[in-house]
């Protein structure tokens, strides 16, 4: 089930909201822990198990590690910290790294041994950082131990943001998980903000999607540079707004529950720096490693030469975080590399460029990362890779890549423009202009979302194209 459905819309979503509200306020973090594993077993019920087995485990965890330091035994605590960790890894490393695992065996010796083929459990890779951030900080004393199995399961399979986060640290939402007051201001925004996800996802996204799969169905032998660079620009548009959209209706349902979820994109396609980009994508993510792999191995505190061994460490953590494949892999080592170079050799020379070249920079580094990223198999993107500079011996241009960008340009537009601050700068100054007349006010917010809706909704009554690229991490 996905929140871009109509079965999520019209069904889930209003049947949890009216049992959430009827019940007594200490009996809601139950309805959203059940409402949760309904959501959850909607698609891959067998995986429920594995998912609570992971909540016990980490809970047990949490306690046993509080417990120990109170007595005063601070390596018990922390051999208890390593047991639940090592647990959690472990499912996490079967489940989505075994038959990566098997197939590098087979490939670096020649043996033949069998893939598991193990279906991979649905935000696995989110919960599963969740759940250690909870033991951590309690060993740390950043947060309080939970004694409640209810409350701490409802935080770990909380439906809003667990199949493709942002990643939510305990700490950051223990008080509202303990004691929250829900408040008709606070639910409208939530309302606002899932419905310009929603928009973003249906009639953005899912356009730049389908302009990327037309591309990608040709032959790749016979794709000019300009239709090749298309496609990797659809591409990168798609997996912004499909992936932005996602977190902005994570952030909208967590505030109609109560919960503030932190923010996950600040527009990183106006970056001028790779790091300035990974400070703006994905910010959650980039936050878990900082704190919990980049700092505790030093940071960039021991000398240059630390320094950049942490940096690779964590890129490459990053990169299979993202999936079972050589070019996850190649793609964390890429940015780690590019990060390193900035620091030490391109900033000097950077500082002196010219905002829009050091924008051009950036983007065209990102839209490389991304080719990378985007298949399965590394040598697909190395293929693609070859097409973008005219190694498929097609030519610039042909008449498909006309007809593919007349068609498309308008769209194409929308989206570049919606990466950028201009909609909410123009949205501001009509706050700013009307500020005085509420009657102008609640039209046009009721017009805006009200037409984000029904122009969703339609589409998705006809559309068979709803992915969310995000499910397959």
Not at 311 to 320: C, E, N, P, S
Not at 377 to 395: I, K, N, R
């Amino acid at each position: 089930m996905v929140f871009s459905s109509l079965l999520f819309l019209f069904r889930f979503l209003p049947a949890v909201l009216l049992c959430y509200y009827l019940v007594p306020r200490r009996a809601r973090n139950l309805v959203l822990f059940l409402f949760s594993l309904v959501f959850y077993a909607w698609g891959e019920p067998v995986y429920i198990i594995l998912m609570l087995v992971t909540i016990l485990v980490s809970f047990a965890g949490g306690i046993a590690v509080d417990a120990m330091k109170k007595d005063g035994r601070p390596k018990a605590a922390r051999n208890a910290l390593i047991v639940s960790l090592a647990v959690s890894l472990s499912l996490l490393a079967f489940f989505k790294y075994a038959d990566f695992a098997i197939g590098t065996v087979n490939t670096l010796t020649g043996a033949r041994l069998k893939l598991l083929s193990l279906a991979l459990p649905i935000g696995i890779s989110f919960y599963t950082f969740q759940t250690m951030s909870y033991t951590i900080d309690v060993y740390r004393g950043e947060a309080r131990v939970q004694k409640n199995l209810i409350s701490y399961g409802a935080y770990v399979v909380m439906f809003p943001q667990l199949i493709a986060g942002p990643i939510v640290q305990y700490k950051t939402i223990d008080a509202e998980l303990r004691g929250r007051k829900e408040t008709p201001e606070e639910f409208a925004q939530g309302v606002h903000r899932f419905l310009l996800g929603l928009g973003k996802k249906v009639l953005l996204a899912n356009n730049a999607g389908e302009l990327w799969d037309t591309i990608t169905a040709l032959t790749v032998s016979e794709i000019p540079v300009l239709t090749a660079w298309m496609g990797l620009a659809a591409y990168t548009l798609q997996i912004y707004f499909d992936f932005s959209a996602y977190s902005d209706m994570a952030i909208g349902l967590g505030q109609m529950f109560g919960f503030h979820f932190p923010e996950n994109f600040n527009y990183p396609y106006i970056s001028k720096s790779i790091t300035e980009f990974w400070r703006r994508w994905h910010i959650s993510l980039s936050s878990w490693f900082r704190e919990y792999v980049y700092i505790p191995l030093g940071g960039n505190r021991a000398g240059r030469g630390r320094h950049i061994r942490n940096l690779m460490i964590v890129w490459l953590l990053t990169g299979f975080w993202h999936g079972a494949s050589w070019n996850f892999v190649a793609w964390g080592l890429y940015y780690g590399v590019l990060l390193v170079l900035e620091k030490y050799i391109f900033a000097p020379f950077l500082e002196k460029l010219p905002g829009a070249l050091r924008h051009l920079y950036c983007m065209l580094l990102v839209m490389l990362g991304w080719n990378l990223f985007m298949f399965g198999d590394l040598s697909e993107s190395l293929t693609w890779l070859t097409a973008l500079f005219g190694g498929s011996g097609a030519g610039l241009w042909n008449g498909q890549t006309i007809y593919l960008f007349l068609n498309n340009a308008v769209l194409l537009a929308v989206l570049i423009v919606g990466c950028t601050r201009l909609p909410k700068k123009l949205g501001d100054a009509f706050a700013v202009r009307f500020a005085a007349n509420d009657a102008v006010m609640l039209v046009a917010r009721g017009l805006l979302y009200v037409g984000i809706f029904l122009l969703s909704v339609a589409w998705l009554v006809d559309a068979s194209y709803n992915p969310f690229l995000y499910f397959r991490f």
